[in-house]
């Protein structure tokens, strides 16, 4: 599935106003805010949130809920895969713990423990971050691209599509990827065919031999730091993140772009339900994705603007390949990437 930025974009250009901070009236009476179930969100008292997101981006995300409902957030931080493994246990004891998840792969959770609803702010979204059978929705689109080191290469001298890296094998060893970066295969094997795109990532391996490193944000920061000169796929976000934090680096964008987005569910047992109906609804509210673009997230919404305000004119020309995986498909493309990208 692919997402082009016409009307999307055509919609952003029109909610340019709405900028980084949200106007004082708004923020009195905000979008998200149900009053009826912030009555009953008061009663049930509090909201557990599991999520992949760092504490220095979560914690103050969920303060303007806290005090608009008056309850308490207990945000639980890990990995996807312990948070996975945490609910599949606790869903074995009978335990039922956890609220709303807000992580990259809600679409791998067994659907039925998402509760099925659509929150009211969804009818915001780009259509692609909106679940078909209405268990999760986009809190922010994580694009993909590769990115470079400024200081080691000039903007000129960059790669105009992926086969370009498989002819500078000058750059063996200056290369980087994350070591679990299955979502950019899958998206160059969807965009080219399996045949070719596996032999187009053989080449660029062989050619530029890719060191892998465990994490995105890891990668971002090597390139960043000149340690390395491309990360042959990183996530946008992190990349203008080290930007904005002094480092010498910037994004650049070649067919494909994968994408994939940060994801908001809600338990179909949860202990707090209409807390958590809520705490979707502000998950993907204009006020939240708002928010977030401080951190270089990029928004689901039209009416949120992105940061840096142009980042959706690099992608105007280029297709973009939406990864969205069931656990079964992810569990053999985690094996592919493997087999491809991890040293022996």
Not at 129 to 137: K, L, T
Request: aromatic share 12%; glycine share 6%.
């Amino acid at each position: 599935m692919s997402h082009r930025f016409k009307n999307f974009g055509a919609a952003l250009a029109a909610g340019l106003c709405v900028g980084l901070a949200i106007a004082p009236a708004q923020a009195q009476t905000p979008s998200w805010f149900d009053p009826s179930l912030a009555d009953a969100a008061k009663k049930e008292g509090s909201l557990t949130v599991y999520s992949t997101t760092n504490e220095e981006e979560g914690l103050p995300l969920w303060k303007p809920f806290e005090e608009a409902v008056g309850v308490k957030v207990n945000y639980v931080r890990a990995s996807d895969s312990a948070l996975l493994a945490r609910v599949l246990i606790e869903n074995r004891a009978g335990q039922h713990s956890w609220d709303v998840m807000q992580t990259a792969n809600v679409n791998k959770i067994p659907p039925e423990f998402l509760l099925r609803y659509t929150p009211p702010e969804a009818k915001n979204l780009m259509p692609d971050a909106i679940d078909p059978d209405g268990r999760w929705f986009g809190v922010y689109s994580n694009y993909n691209s590769p990115a470079y080191n400024t200081k080691y290469v000039k903007r000129e001298d960059l790669p105009k599509t992926y086969e370009d890296f498989a002819k500078h094998k000058e750059w063996a060893g200056k290369v980087a990827l994350d070591g679990t970066d299955d979502a950019f295969m899958t998206a160059i094997l969807l965009f080219y065919g399996e045949d070719k795109g596996l032999k187009l990532l053989k080449d660029i391996i062989s050619a530029v031999q890719p060191i892998t490193i465990n994490g995105h944000l890891a990668v971002a920061r090597a390139v960043g730091s000149g340690e390395y000169w491309f990360a042959l796929n990183n996530y946008v976000n992190l990349t203008l993140n080290a930007k904005f934090g002094g480092a010498p680096t910037d994004f650049f964008v070649i067919d494909p772009a994968p994408l994939f987005f940060g994801q908001v569910g809600v338990a179909a047992l949860a202990p707090h339900p209409a807390t958590a109906k809520l705490a979707a609804n502000y998950s993907i509210s204009r006020e939240a994705q708002a928010f977030l673009t401080k951190f270089g997230r990029i928004p689901t919404r039209a009416d949120v603007t992105p940061n840096p305000p142009d980042i959706f004119d690099a992608f105007k020309g280029v297709k973009t390949q939406t990864v969205l995986l069931s656990t079964d498909e992810d569990r053999k493309r985690i094996k592919q990437f493997n087999d491809l990208f991890q040293p022996r």
